[in-house]
């Protein structure tokens, strides 16, 4: 039965809007990965994600960068997902509405609604606001996908939306897109 209305909830949602996104006209293009836009994450970068980047270390956001802005950006949008979780797609860090003009993030955000000028933050599978550290169970290691998304219009969000709301809220919006796919397991 859980099933069933999900499936219904998720298109009428994107009909009428998610609460905090107003529909636009969307472009058909869903965006594409771009070679030109590069997204930098020391550590991230390697193998196995830093662990004070973790839940087993002090759960820092990571410091960020990036260049090759294609034309048009007008902001830009963040996620940190665990496709490999147990009970499916875990997302542990929403941050959007990034000014068009930033170029790099400092590690260890603060959580709440608002990233101080760097934009706001959305609810993560904890529940929260802000970057919740990869938190695996024991096992094999999960893969980590940081995708930044340049966006063509600043899109009239609030704070603490989840990514299948962001995600109705850029779909057509998105001029490009860098990932960084990295690890973490734990014993």
């Given amino acids: 039965m859980i099933v069933a209305v999900r499936v219904w909830i998720l298109p009428l949602a994107l009909a009428l809007g998610f609460p905090g996104c107003t529909p636009i006209a969307h472009k058909s293009s869903a965006g594409s990965v771009n070679a030109q836009l590069r997204l930098i994450a020391p550590g991230f970068e390697a193998s196995m994600i830093p662990v004070e980047n973790t839940c087993d270390g002090s759960n820092r ?3 960020l960068s990036w260049h090759g802005a294609p034309a ?3 902001a830009w949008a963040l996620s940190l997902r665990d496709p490999d979780a147990p009970g499916g ?3 542990h860090w929403l941050l959007y509405s990034i000014p068009a003009s930033a170029r790099r993030l400092p590690g260890g955000l603060p959580r709440g609604p608002r990233a101080g000028k760097f934009g706001m ?3 993560n599978g904890f529940g929260k606001l802000g970057y919740g550290g990869p938190c695996p169970p024991p096992g094999p290691a999960h893969r980590y996908l940081l995708t930044l ?3 063509d219009q600043a899109l009239p969000l ?3 939306m989840n990514f299948d709301q962001l995600h109705a809220c850029w779909q057509g919006h ?3 897109r860098a990932t960084l796919t990295s690890h973490y397991g734990r014993q």
Avoid: E, M
Wanted: aromatic share 4%; no cysteine; proline share 10%.
């Fill in 174 to 176: 998105v001029l490009a």
């Fill in 149 to 151: 998304r340049a966006l």
């Fill in 61 to 63: 956001s990571p410091a």
């Fill in 72 to 74: 048009g950006t007008k």
């Fill in 89 to 91: 797609t875990f997302t």
């Fill in 121 to 123: 933050q959305g609810r």
């Fill in 158 to 160: 609030r704070p603490g």
